[in-house]
T-cell receptor, first 114, second 109 residues
Framework: DAGVIQSPRHEVTEMGQEVTLRCKPISGHDYLFWYRQTMMRGLELLIYFNNNVPIDDSGMPEDRFSAKMPNASFSTLKIQPSEPRDSAVYFC????????????FGPGTRLLVL | DAKTTQPTSMDCAEGRAANLPCNHSTISGNEYVYWYRQIHSQGPQYIIHGLKNNETNEMASLIITEDRKSSTLILPHATLRDTAVYYCIAASGTYKYIFGTGTRLKVLA
């Protein structure tokens, strides 16, 4: 299995631009998660889906952030407009059921907003 | 989630056991202790978790003190590939844990 796939791996953009991060979960996994990691705040859960339905988006920082999961094999996290404080590593993870021990993380997207 | 305290860094000789401590003195009764690690430039990797009993899996062992105020992650035979940052988290819910600074483990050849 290829594991969780994220693209792009690195993104550099200017403040005000739209950024779209993409994730392909492990086949058969019915939970998908988006996390953000920074030195200051550590790893934070932004949103998670179960069977393509958003379950908890309380971690989404503000309306500039949106996430979609149109089907079981694809999800996007969009930031519009982007700001320098959004610079972070964004991880996507998927799991087979709610058991944390089945959760696998992708390699992350390193975002830098200038 | 309860606050956890870990040493900033540790070294371990290859082939020896690595014992990583964690203090979680304010842990509540329904909070589990989770351990994750993050190898450089990779996503976090789940290692093990437990409530109050000691746990063992193919990766590691978790020893939780009887009062649950501290725990130790044991990598029985550390290899160079175990060099990573190890995070201890005390949390009641799944997924919403926040990683702190962790322990940077360096396995030495």
């Amino acid at each position: 299995d290829a594991g969780v796939i994220q693209s792009p791996r690195h993104e550099v953009t200017e403040m005000g631009q739209e950024v779209t991060l993409r994730c392909k979960p492990i086949s058969g996994h019915d939970y998908l998660f988006w996390y953000r990691q920074t030195m200051m705040r550590g790893l934070e859960l932004l949103i998670y889906f179960n069977n393509n339905v958003p379950i908890d988006d309380s971690g989404m920082p503000e309306d500039r952030f949106s996430a979609k999961m149109p089907n079981a094999s694809f999800s996007t996290l969009k930031i519009q407009p982007s700001e320098p404080r959004d610079s972070a590593v964004y991880f996507c993870a998927s799991s087979l059921g709610p058991q944390v021990e089945t959760q696998y993380f992708g390699p992350g997207t390193r975002l830098l907003v200038l | 989630d309860a606050k956890t305290t870990q040493p900033t860094s540790m070294d371990c000789a290859e082939g020896r056991a690595a014992n990583l401590p964690c203090n979680h003195s304010t842990i509540s009764g329904n909070e589990y202790v989770y351990w994750y690690r993050q190898i450089h430039s990779q996503g976090p990797q789940y290692i093990i978790h437990g409530l109050k009993n000691n746990e063992t899996n193919e990766m590691a062992s978790l020893i939780i003190t009887e009062d649950r105020k501290s725990s130790t992650l044991i990598l029985p035979h550390a290899t160079l590939r175990d060099t990573a940052v190890y995070y201890c988290i005390a949390a009641s819910g799944t997924y919403k844990y926040i990683f702190g600074t962790g322990t940077r483990l360096k396995v030495l050849a």
